[in-house]
């Protein structure tokens, strides 16, 4: 019996360590990371959340809501209309988070995040998008950069303006496709494909162009090399005849000129290694041969 009895002591004091312990985790809640808790009782909000980390005490009756305060994006398509009453579908990213130190009142006032989400954001985005929408005069002009930025900055400025007092706060709104109707695709490739023709064909111009350029450059080459052949002629022409011309004057001036020439004509002669015959006439002033040249005729 004396060995009994510690035993039950044992399992008395475990049993009771347990229910301390169960019990005192009641008393103590665990927030995770990047999320906000809210507690209610009896239906009742609590007016303060509790942040992520260990709270102690309190109160084990509490129901609680948590709320992910990270940063989300909300993906949304939408038909747009523009001014020529034509319906172009975007597809808009959302960046927002939900206010943490807002969350009690988005569930008092609305629910929990998801619920924020769809009672809040959805609509008002949906309808600013319309409402920018009527501000663009042509379908087609959604594909402007500049279009597209007012859009983008209309719509975070409208969605912050509407959203922060209801705890969510937006960082931006990017757009992230644009889709037109499919007979203005069909005419902007059309186009497209006229534009490329045109680009071919003006290269194509652009080639003809530049052959017919170096034609007219080579051409214009010969006819200067041309030029300058006939130049170069002309003064060969132009110094032959002054010599010949120099030649009769000297003829003319003096006589013996010829028989000169005609000995310098016999020199070359002798040194010709071809057998020569030459015939003389004695009874000639000028017996050698071509020396008679000289001789005036009367």
Same mark, same amino acid.
């Given at each position: 019996?004396?060995?009994?009895?510690?035993?039950?002591?044992?399992?008395? #004091?475990?049993?009771?360590?347990?229910?301390?312990?169960?019990?005192?985790?009641?008393?103590?809640? *665990?927030?995770?990371?990047?999320? +906000?808790?809210?507690?209610?009782?009896?239906?009742? +909000?609590?007016?303060?959340?509790?942040?992520?980390?260990?709270?102690?005490? +309190?109160?084990?009756?509490?129901?609680?809501?948590?709320?992910?305060?990270?940063? @989300?994006?909300?993906? &949304? *398509?939408?038909?747009?209309?523009?001014?020529?009453?034509?319906?172009? @579908?975007?597809?808009?990213?959302?960046?927002?988070?939900?206010?943490?130190?807002?969350? !009690?009142?988005?569930?008092?006032?609305?629910?929990? &995040?998801?619920?924020?989400?769809?009672?809040?954001?959805?609509?008002?985005?949906?309808?600013?998008?319309?409402?920018?929408?009527?501000?663009?005069?042509?379908?087609?002009?959604?594909?402007?950069?500049?279009?597209?930025?007012?859009?983008?900055?209309?719509?975070?400025?409208?969605?912050?303006?509407?959203?922060?007092?209801?705890?969510? #706060? +937006?960082?931006?709104?990017?757009?992230?496709?644009?889709?037109? !109707?499919?007979?203005?695709?069909?005419?902007?490739?059309? @186009?497209?494909?006229?534009?490329?023709?045109?680009?071919?064909?003006?290269?194509?111009?652009?080639?003809?162009?530049?052959?017919?350029?170096?034609?007219?450059?080579?051409?214009?080459?010969?006819?200067?090399?041309?030029?300058?052949?006939?130049?170069?002629?002309?003064?060969?022409?132009?110094?032959?005849?002054?010599?010949?011309?120099?030649?009769?004057?000297?003829?003319?001036?003096?006589?013996?000129?010829?028989? #000169?020439?005609?000995?310098?004509?016999?020199?070359?002669?002798? @040194?010709?290694?071809?057998?020569?015959?030459?015939?003389?006439?004695?009874?000639?002033?000028?017996?050698?041969?071509?020396?008679?040249?000289?001789?005036?005729?009367?």
């Amino acid at each position: 019996m004396a060995r009994v009895r510690p035993q039950r002591n044992l399992v008395v #004091l475990v049993v009771g360590a347990v229910l301390l312990v169960l019990v005192g985790a009641q008393f103590v809640k *665990t927030v995770p990371p990047g999320r +906000v808790g809210v507690a209610t009782l009896f239906g009742n +909000v609590q007016p303060e959340g509790y942040s992520q980390g260990i709270h102690i005490p +309190v109160n084990p009756l509490y129901r609680w809501t948590m709320y992910d305060a990270r940063q @989300k994006t909300h993906l &949304e *398509t939408a038909n747009v209309p523009s001014q020529d009453q034509l319906q172009t @579908k975007l597809d808009v990213s959302v960046q927002y988070r939900i206010d943490g130190a807002m969350a !009690p009142d988005i569930l008092e006032q609305t629910g929990d &995040e998801v619920a924020a989400v769809r009672v809040h954001l959805i609509p008002k985005l949906r309808s600013l998008l319309r409402e920018q929408g009527k501000s663009i005069k042509r379908a087609e002009d959604f594909f402007q950069e500049e279009t597209q930025e007012t859009l983008q900055l209309a719509l975070t400025d409208g969605l912050r303006e509407y959203l922060e007092p209801k705890g969510i #706060l +937006v960082s931006a709104v990017l757009i992230r496709d644009i889709t037109l !109707p499919p007979f203005i695709v069909e005419a902007i490739e059309q @186009k497209k494909e006229r534009e490329q023709a045109v680009e071919r064909e003006r290269a194509e111009l652009e080639r003809v162009r530049t052959e017919l350029q170096q034609q007219v450059a080579r051409a214009e080459a010969g006819r200067e090399a041309a030029e300058q052949e006939a130049a170069r002629k002309r003064i060969l022409a132009d110094a032959q005849a002054y010599e010949i011309t120099q030649i009769n004057n000297a003829i003319a001036r003096n006589q013996a000129y010829i028989q #000169l020439q005609s000995l310098e004509a016999l020199k070359a002669i002798s @040194k010709d290694p071809a057998s020569k015959m030459y015939f003389m006439d004695g009874s000639s002033p000028t017996p050698l041969p071509l020396m008679h040249l000289g001789d005036i005729k009367q």
